[in-house]
């Protein structure tokens, strides 16, 4: 019904940069929240940032002042810009957004992941 898209992962060197995508495809009917998560091995997933449908951003600390969340209403499509990465950014990455269909029912979609690497 609904589908989220990631790309852009890879491998960088540390103080690299990378910009991951994610786009939502489906029977959509409007987007609230867009997110995206980290999972990094043998760690649980955290948020490492959102954006309303508003454009109001919120960032976990450790990432503050090197990322940057943005997002295409027309396009269905929020963006991750990572500056600054540092080999503690590693890992799978993964966007998340709360979706109404044309149903009506409003529920939190996932994508598939997207693996970050931070190393030299």
């Known amino acids: 019904q609904v589908q989220l898209v990631e790309s852009g992962g890879g491998l960088v060197q540390p103080g690299g940069s990378l910009r991951l995508s994610c786009a939502a495809s489906g029977s959509i009917f409007s987007i609230y929240a867009m997110n995206w998560y980290r999972q990094a091995p043998g760690k649980q997933r955290e948020l490492v940032s959102f954006?309303?449908?508003?454009?109001?951003?919120t960032y976990t600390d450790s990432v503050k002042g090197r990322f940057t969340i943005s997002r295409d209403n027309a396009k269905n499509t929020v963006y991750l810009q990572m500056s600054s990465l540092k080999p503690e950014d590693t890992a799978v990455y993964y966007c998340?957004?709360?979706?109404?269909?044309?149903?009506?029912?409003?529920?939190?979609?996932w994508g598939q992941g997207t693996q970050v690497t931070v190393s030299s």
């Open positions: 998340a957004a709360d979706i109404r269909v044309t149903t009506g029912n409003t529920a939190r979609y």
């Open positions: 954006i309303t449908s508003g454009g109001t951003t």
